[in-house]
């Protein structure tokens, strides 16, 4: 993964801010919801880890990088190991939360050596869904070898090919491998390592039950859209609820309703007299919009202007998932025309002004997502979100100084959010975070003042004056890669200036 990340030196400013953004929204712990996971499948586009394979030989190089330290993790190897068992989960591989697959040797312990002194477990033992020393070993109809469990999720969560060889399978019987669990047993036993226990026949008939659609279950779905067109409100406002709560459940609920009919009566109800139905409904829209089909289909019904509306007028946990369900759509570029295009900016703008602090959040991310978009750079200036985010800058118990410096480094590309930047006290807050705020803070502060500084070369006596060179020169061999290359171009600019510098000695 270090590696990857590597690869966004040669990125356009905007799409390394993107990706910058992206990790940040990935590892934070948000709030449980789904509306992550579209940022989740982006980042694993760019960083390429999108199989399998991929992942289990990335998992593989960051259990060699913990061993070659001696079995000790910084917060950042803390960080990857996180983002992989995140993106691992949105691959529908994580099972039980008590029997957890996890990477191998990546689970986050108070003793992180006690797994990294194990005796090394053959390759051929090692389920290549999960790496885990396997339990029940079976063979598909390719020949190759998975846990029970991790192979079933896998087809549950509707592959019908083989992971490791990315073949269709003719058929999806399993044979036990009997001969291969024998000699796992007696490694385990001659390395004093514990047995993996078997999990009971009646578990693994329940994880088939709840995956499979019933006929009572498809028939429920059908009832409750159904019920969304009734003219009761008590009874819209339960099905609306039972339908988010289904959608939030897996990707083939979300599938499923979709094709049942569900998003035109759920658009229709944004507009309900009743407060928790709309919060219902918008909330179940979010969900069915995590599936990228889903996506189109809800913006082809004509879902943004109401969601924006709700945005603008609805409870705060209706604006909070309305503002989480412009970002999902909006992940979709030509969404993001329409969703600026709708009177939307201005409303996230307001959000963050005055929402909770996980409304400020979600409209935050919708905001930095949609500033991509070059048009929306301007109407979110307009709309009067750089003293905002300044303000987010210096209040630092918000906790929100990340997400205000991302788009503040997307604005400031727009001449726009240049003007409205251009003041002593903003190059102020941007100096003092150069010089003392976070690694990611640095990055973004100094990516902000270079904008400003190539645009007007003024603040550059501006920044001198506040004492940015010492910081600068410091951030330009200890920073990231990329404040390094921030910092770096800043001196350099400093250096075409060179009487600008010896005015301020």
Same mark, same amino acid.
């Given at each position: 993964?270090?590696?990857?990340?590597?690869?966004?030196?040669?990125?356009?400013? +905007?799409?390394?801010?993107?990706?910058?953004?992206?990790?940040?929204?990935?590892?934070? =712990?948000?709030?449980?919801?789904?509306?992550?996971?579209?940022?989740?499948?982006?980042?694993?586009?760019?960083?390429?880890?999108? +199989?399998?394979?991929? /992942?289990?030989?990335?998992?593989?190089?960051?259990?060699?990088?913990?061993?070659?330290?001696?079995?000790?993790?910084?917060?950042?190897?803390?960080?990857?190991?996180?983002?992989?068992?995140?993106?691992?989960?949105?691959?529908?591989?994580?099972?039980?939360?008590?029997?957890?697959?996890?990477?191998?040797?990546?689970?986050?312990?108070?003793?992180?050596?006690?797994?990294?002194?194990?005796?090394?477990?053959?390759?051929?033992?090692?389920?290549?869904?999960?790496?885990?020393?396997?339990?029940?070993?079976?063979?598909?109809?390719?020949?190759?070898?998975?846990?029970?469990?991790?192979?079933?999720?896998?087809?549950?969560?509707?592959?019908?090919?083989?992971?490791?060889?990315? =073949?269709?399978?003719?058929?999806?019987?399993? +044979?036990?491998?009997?001969?291969?669990?024998?000699?796992?047993?007696?490694?385990?036993?001659?390395?004093?390592?514990?047995?993996?226990?078997?999990?009971?026949?009646?578990?693994?008939?329940?994880?088939?039950?709840?995956?499979?659609?019933?006929?009572?279950?498809?028939?429920?779905?059908?009832?409750?859209?159904?019920?969304? !067109?009734?003219?009761?409100?008590?009874?819209?406002?339960? @099905?609306?609820?039972?339908?988010?709560?289904?959608?939030?459940?897996?990707?083939?609920?979300?599938?499923?309703?979709?094709?049942?009919?569900?998003?035109?009566?759920?658009?229709?109800?944004?507009? !309900?007299?009743?407060?928790?139905?709309?919060?219902?409904?918008?909330?179940?829209? /979010?969900?069915?919009?995590?599936?990228?089909?889903?996506?189109?289909?809800?913006?082809?019904?004509?879902?943004?202007?109401?969601?924006?509306?709700?945005?603008?007028?609805?409870?705060?946990?209706?604006?909070?998932?309305?503002?989480?369900?412009?970002?999902? /759509?909006?992940?979709?570029?030509?969404?993001?025309?329409?969703?600026?295009?709708?009177?939307?900016?201005?409303?996230?703008?307001?959000?963050?002004?005055?929402?909770?602090?996980?409304?400020?959040?979600?409209?935050?991310?919708?905001?930095?997502?949609?500033?991509?978009?070059?048009?929306?750079?301007?109407?979110?200036?307009?709309?009067?979100?750089?003293?905002? /985010?300044?303000?987010?800058?210096?209040?630092?118990?918000?906790?929100?100084?990340?997400?205000?410096?991302?788009?503040?480094?997307?604005?400031?590309?727009?001449?726009?959010?240049?003007?409205?930047?251009?003041?002593?006290?903003?190059?102020?807050?941007?100096?003092?975070?150069?010089?003392?705020?976070?690694?990611?803070?640095?990055?973004?502060?100094?990516?902000?003042?270079? @904008?400003?500084?190539?645009?007007?070369?003024?603040?550059?006596?501006?920044?001198? =004056?506040?004492?940015?060179?010492?910081?600068?020169?410091?951030?330009?061999?200890?920073? +990231?890669?990329?404040?390094?290359?921030?910092?770096?171009?800043?001196?350099?600019?400093?250096?075409?200036?060179?009487?600008?510098?010896?005015?301020?000695?």
């Amino acid at each position: 993964m270090h590696i990857q990340l590597k690869r966004a030196k040669g990125r356009a400013n +905007t799409q390394d801010v993107e990706l910058s953004m992206d990790i940040m929204i990935a590892l934070s =712990q948000k709030d449980g919801r789904n509306a992550d996971i579209a940022i989740l499948e982006r980042l694993a586009d760019k960083l390429q880890l999108q +199989t399998v394979s991929e /992942l289990n030989m990335e998992s593989r190089a960051v259990k060699k990088f913990i061993k070659e330290k001696g079995g000790e993790m910084g917060e950042i190897t803390e960080q990857i190991i996180y983002l992989l068992n995140k993106l691992k989960g949105m691959l529908q591989m994580q099972i039980f939360e008590e029997n957890r697959i996890g990477f191998e040797n990546l689970v986050l312990s108070r003793n992180p050596s006690e797994k990294i002194n194990s005796p090394a477990i053959p390759e051929d033992y090692i389920c290549p869904i999960s790496l885990d020393l396997m339990k029940d070993p079976v063979i598909v109809a390719t020949g190759q070898t998975y846990e029970r469990l991790c192979i079933q999720k896998w087809w549950d969560s509707g592959h019908k090919t083989c992971p490791k060889t990315q =073949q269709v399978l003719p058929h999806l019987t399993l +044979t036990p491998n009997y001969a291969l669990r024998s000699l796992i047993s007696q490694w385990c036993e001659t390395n004093g390592v514990e047995l993996p226990r078997q999990l009971g026949s009646s578990r693994m008939t329940r994880l088939s039950k709840s995956s499979d659609f019933s006929f009572e279950e498809k028939a429920n779905i059908d009832v409750l859209v159904q019920n969304l !067109s009734c003219r009761q409100v008590d009874v819209q406002r339960a @099905a609306a609820g039972e339908l988010r709560l289904l959608a939030k459940r897996n990707a083939d609920n979300r599938i499923f309703i979709a094709e049942a009919g569900a998003v035109p009566p759920l658009v229709k109800l944004l507009c !309900s007299t009743d407060a928790k139905t709309q919060e219902h409904a918008v909330t179940a829209l /979010l969900n069915l919009s995590i599936h990228e089909r889903n996506k189109g289909l809800i913006v082809q019904l004509g879902a943004i202007h109401p969601v924006t509306e709700l945005l603008k007028h609805g409870c705060m946990e209706a604006r909070e998932n309305s503002a989480a369900t412009l970002f999902s /759509l909006s992940v979709i570029d030509e969404n993001k025309v329409k969703i600026g295009a709708s009177g939307a900016i201005s409303a996230l703008v307001d959000l963050l002004r005055d929402g909770t602090i996980r409304g400020k959040k979600d409209a935050a991310t919708a905001l930095f997502n949609l500033s991509m978009c070059q048009a929306n750079k301007a109407r979110a200036v307009r709309a009067g979100v750089v003293p905002l /985010l300044l303000e987010l800058l210096v209040d630092e118990s918000i906790g929100m100084v990340d997400e205000a410096l991302a788009i503040l480094s997307i604005l400031a590309t727009h001449q726009d959010g240049q003007s409205a930047l251009g003041h002593q006290s903003a190059i102020h807050i941007l100096v003092k975070l150069i010089c003392s705020g976070s690694a990611r803070n640095k990055e973004n502060a100094a990516a902000v003042l270079l @904008a400003l500084c190539i645009n007007d070369s003024s603040h550059l006596l501006t920044g001198l =004056q506040f004492g940015v060179y010492g910081p600068l020169i410091e951030l330009s061999h200890n920073g +990231t890669s990329r404040a390094k290359r921030k910092a770096k171009a800043l001196l350099e600019l400093m250096s075409e200036h060179e009487q600008i510098y010896k005015s301020t000695c």
